[in-house]
């Protein structure tokens, strides 16, 4: 699976737009980007997963690159309870496996 | 329904001990995963079943032992740990183990302490 890089920590001010890069330049193509978040001290949610196409769900919006060498994950209307650690991963192995790097600490401020 | 549920949330065990920790999920899901994760640290992955049989062990001492009697439980089994096992261990699952287009959903995992 291609390695992803994330910075480390992010800040953003609540009810705005919080936008989490993510670059995975070795990405091949069947390999999907997810993104995932933790709250303090719980399992990891599901927030979105594309292949190629922008997606958009109830949560935030994915945003992929032409070359797929980087995307980003947009929170449009951030809130004190988006705080969390966002995992950018790229699945490519079959079995389902998740490998998780570092994540973005998002820190968001009142 | 999107649940993965695990038991026990809390669990303290000494080190001659012998526990379990479970997992379950009614989604009809046929990949389940075990996967540990030390404070600050991102989860690292254990185990993974494939059809209720297990298809990955990523190097896991035999102190650790997965079983998955069907395909809505999973177990994981703890014998003679040592203090540095203390972790959250969380248990995932996803609909199909074949393909790479399915998201896992997690639980809140079980927050293990060895004395």
């Known amino acids: 699976d291609a390695k992803t890089t994330q910075p480390p920590s992010m800040d953003c001010a609540e009810g705005r737009a919080a936008n989490l890069p993510c670059n995975h330049s070795?990405?091949?193509?069947?390999?999907?980007v997810y993104w995932y978040r933790q709250i303090h001290s719980q399992g990891p949610q599901y927030i979105i997963h594309g292949l190629k196409n922008n997606e958009t769900n109830e949560m935030a919006s994915l945003i992929i690159t032409e070359d797929r060498k980087s995307s980003t994950l947009i929170l449009p209307h951030a809130t004190l309870r988006d705080t969390a650690v966002y995992y950018c991963?790229?699945?490519?192995?079959?079995?389902?496996?998740?490998?998780f790097g570092r994540g973005t600490q998002l820190t968001v401020w009142p | 329904d999107t649940e993965v549920t695990q038991t026990p949330k809390h669990l303290v065990m000494g080190m001659t001990n012998k526990k379990s920790l479970k997992c379950e999920q009614h989604?009809?899901?046929?990949?389940m995963y075990w996967y540990k994760q030390k404070a600050k640290k991102p989860p690292e992955l254990m185990f993974v079943y494939s059809y209720e049989k297990l298809s990955i062990n990523e190097s896991v001492p035999s102190r650790f032992s997965p079983e998955c009697p069907n395909s809505s439980l999973l177990n994981l089994h703890l014998h003679a740990l040592q203090p540095e096992d203390s972790a959250l261990y969380l248990c995932?699952?996803?609909?199909?183990?074949?393909?790479?287009?399915?998201?896992?959903?997690f639980g809140q995992g079980t927050r293990l302490t060895v004395v």
């Open positions: 070795t990405i091949s193509g069947n390999e999907y």
């Open positions: 995932a699952s996803s609909q199909d183990p074949l393909t790479r287009n399915t998201e896992a959903f």
């Open positions: 991963i790229v699945r490519g192995s079959t079995l389902g496996r998740l490998y």
């Open positions: 989604m009809g899901h046929r990949a």
